[in-house]
């Protein structure tokens, strides 16, 4: 083994990249990049019911483990924002004419997705966090303010995987790894 071995606590720092994969009933397509990451941020949850019965809690049950996520990154990319939601991109036009249009109909469902982010480590490796099936739940929102960047957020939720049933994954690499753009 070359290099410096995997320690037993990964250290990884900033957020490198990220990328939308479309899940479609747990086939992956092409990933979107979202350009200038700056969060990727979750909190796995669960909601859980009490049983009560003679003044007292008798049993509790979960509902099953979910995890809550946020993205926000600067500028605003329409690809991205087809991915997050559902909507359509389409060129029109040649350089230097070019126009690009985002649309999103009403009758356009926001999609599952996959989202993988890609930290730093101190060793030269990295580590990426997976979360295999998205949606976004919550809100989807771009800021533009006088003097100030764009900078766009999502809220969702992700559950476990169509297949596996994994609600989450961290990779340790000992050699930073790309993420897959298949």
Known sequence: MNGVPLTETPLPYGLRDVKL????????????????????????TEDFETLRGDDRDVATRGK????NWSLESGGVSLEALAALTGGTVASTGTTPAQVKTFTKKSTDARPTFQVEGQSMSESGGDFHAVLPRCKVTGSITGDMADGAFWISK??????????????????QNETAVDIDES
């Open 154 to 171: 999502a809220d969702g939720t992700a559950i476990g995987n169509y297949s596996t049933d994994d609600l989450f994954k961290f990779v």
């Open 21 to 44: 994969t479309p899940n479609t009933n747990g086939t992956l397509g092409t990933a979107v990049d979202l350009p200038n990451a700056q969060t990727l941020s979750f909190e796995e």
């Open 64 to 67: 099953g483990p979910a995890v």
